[in-house]
C-alpha cells in the first residue's frame, strides 16, 4: 500500500502522535481527515497542510460520544470521500496512586482509550465490509501487555484495544482488510509530558509517527517498539519471566 491517493481518518489529531502522523501521511501524498474535540488547533493544522499544498479537512468531536463521532466522520465522508484508512488514535492517560484514588477516573480512561476506538470501528467497519477493501488502524500501547502500578485503567484499556484488534485481523484479512495495531513506548506528547517519572528510549514524536507510517504502509500486524522496550515489555515481562516475578519487578518500579 502506498498513501499516493489515498484518504485517512485520524482521532486525536489535534496534538501529539496524530497531529504529526497527519503531517507525516499529507507527505506521504494521503489526503488526511481529522477528528479531534480541540477545533482552535484542528483548524491551526489543517491552515498548515493546506498552505504546504496537502488534502486536508477537520471535523470537531468527543470520541466518547458516538453520534457525533459519526456525524463528524459523515462530514469528513462529504469533503474528502470515504475513507481508506481509519486511524483510531485518541487517548489519555493519568496516573494515579492509590493515595490519590477517584472514583469514575477509570471509567473516564476506558471511554476515551476503548469506548471511542470501539465507536470508531463500528462506523468504518461496515464500509470496509461493504467493498472489500481497507485498513483499520489502533494506537495502542507497550503498556497493553503489562499492568503497571498507579496505571491501571491506561493499560486495561490498552490491554482491550490490542487483543480486539488480534481478534479481528484474521478474520477481516479474508475479507480484503487489513489491520494494525501500532505499540509504542515511550513517545515525546503533551500525554508523556504530564508523566512524573524518568522515560527510558523515549522517542521524538516525528521519528516515531515515521515509523509509525511505514508500519501502515506495509500492512504490518502487531508493532511494539523500540526494540529495547519491546524485548523488555511484550517479550521477558509478558512472555518469559514467571508471573510472580513481573509482579515484584513492576511493583518496585511502581
Avoid at 44 to 71: I, K, Q, S, Y
Avoid at 79 to 84: C, K, W, Y
Avoid at 217 to 245: C, N, S, T, Y
Wanted: net charge positive.
Amino acid at each position: 500500500m502506498r498513501f499516493e491517493g489515498k484518504t485517512v481518518y485520524i482521532t486525536g489529531a489535534s496534538s501529539g502522535i496524530g497531529a504529526q502522523l497527519a503531517r507525516e501521511l499529507a507527505g506521504r501524498g494521503a489526503a488526511v481527515g481529522l477528528l479531534a474535540r480541540r477545533e482552535e488547533r484542528l483548524t491551526e493544522l489543517t491552515e498548515e497542510l493546506t498552505a504546504a499544498g496537502h488534502t486536508a479537512a477537520w471535523r470537531e468531536a468527543d470520541v466518547t460520544d458516538r453520534e457525533a463521532l459519526h456525524a463528524a466522520c459523515d462530514g469528513l465522508a462529504a469533503d474528502l470521500g470515504e475513507p481508506d484508512v481509519a486511524i483510531a488514535n485518541a487517548g489519555w492517560n493519568r496516573t494515579e496512586p492509590m493515595s490519590r484514588f477517584q472514583p469514575g477516573k477509570a471509567l473516564a480512561i476506558y471511554d476515551t482509550n476503548l469506548l471511542g476506538f470501539l465507536h470508531l470501528v463500528d462506523w468504518v467497519l461496515p464500509r470496509f465490509l461493504e467493498r472489500g477493501a481497507g485498513h483499520l488502524v489502533g494506537v495502542a500501547s507497550l503498556a497493553s501487555y503489562v499492568g503497571f502500578p498507579g496505571n491501571a485503567a491506561y493499560c486495561g484499556s490498552k490491554a482491550a484495544m490490542r487483543v480486539h484488534l488480534q481478534s479481528l485481523r484474521p478474520s477481516l484479512k479474508r475479507r480484503g482488510i487489513a489491520v494494525t495495531t501500532l505499540c509504542p513506548g515511550f513517545i515525546e506528547s503533551e500525554l508523556t509530558a504530564k508523566n512524573p517519572y524518568k522515560m527510558p528510549f523515549l522517542w521524538k514524536t516525528d521519528r516515531a509517527c515515521r515509523y509509525m507510517a511505514d508500519a501502515i504502509e506495509k500492512e504490518r500486524g502487531e508493532v511494539a517498539f523500540p526494540w529495547q522496550m519491546r524485548i523488555a515489555v511484550p517479550f521477558l515481562l509478558a512472555r518469559v519471566l514467571p508471573r510472580a516475578l513481573v509482579e515484584r519487578l513492576v511493583g518496585r518500579a511502581g
